[in-house]
């Protein structure tokens, strides 16, 4: 219970980033690279990064997390970790009967190797280690906490990399800027409109 409530915390908005103003798609900062069998797609799921999502696509993976939260808390515990930081991974067929293995995917951010501390499935093809072409398996994956999603970080898997995430980066670092532009824009425009509404104050007739 109290592991449970540590993570819920840890899991609490950090990112002064108003959220509803994001416009981003998944597709535009997905990390992706390809076996030739499997294609596999990366997605932190860090406030950071999911606020500049459209909102639609941000209420979404909040609802998801949320919903998983109990077996979140059970692998964080069988981790050893009380505020791991949670990264979505989707292993996506390109031919029949490819193989893959959740295990090998880590992240090596800072300088550091991040291995999974544990695993949510969200497939049920996931224990099947096996795909059809266009069929996919999703998971949540664990780490330790210390991935820093503002610096560039190093995905790898079966001794294939993907550096894709120096251009996603760029697109978030312009996004950020855009949505506080947004959200101020929107907070002068209500702050008029109230001004224009308020009823006139009376005059004032001295004594």
């Known amino acids: 219970m109290i592991l449970a409530l540590l993570l819920s915390l840890a899991l609490v908005p950090q990112d002064t980033t108003p959220v509803g103003y994001g416009t981003l798609r998944r597709d535009d900062i997905v990390m992706r690279f390809s076996t030739g069998g499997v294609e596999i797609q990366v997605l932190p799921l860090d406030e950071q990064v999911i606020r500049l999502l459209a909102p639609d696509t941000y209420r979404s993976l909040v609802q998801l997390i949320q919903s998983r939260m109990p077996d979140i808390t059970e ?26 293995n959740p295990e090998d995917l880590n992240i090596t951010s ?54 894709s995430w120096v251009r996603s980066l760029r697109l978030l670092d312009q996004e950020r800027a855009r949505v506080k532009a947004r959200a101020q824009g929107e907070a002068r425009r209500d702050s008029a409109g109230r001004d224009s509404t308020a009823p006139p104050s009376s005059p004032h007739t001295p004594r």
Do not use: C, H, K
């Open 75 to 100: 692998a964080a515990q069988r981790g050893g970790t009380e505020t791991p930081s949670l990264v979505m991974v989707t292993f996506l067929g390109v031919v029949g009967q490819a193989r893959f």
């Open 110 to 163: 800072r300088g550091r190797l991040f291995r999974p501390v544990g695993i949510v499935p969200l497939s049920p093809t996931w224990s099947s280690y096996q795909l059809d072409a266009r069929q996919q398996a999703v998971g949540i994956y664990l780490f330790e906490p210390g991935i820093s999603v503002r610096e560039d970080m190093l995905v790898t898997y079966g001794g294939l990399a993907s550096i």
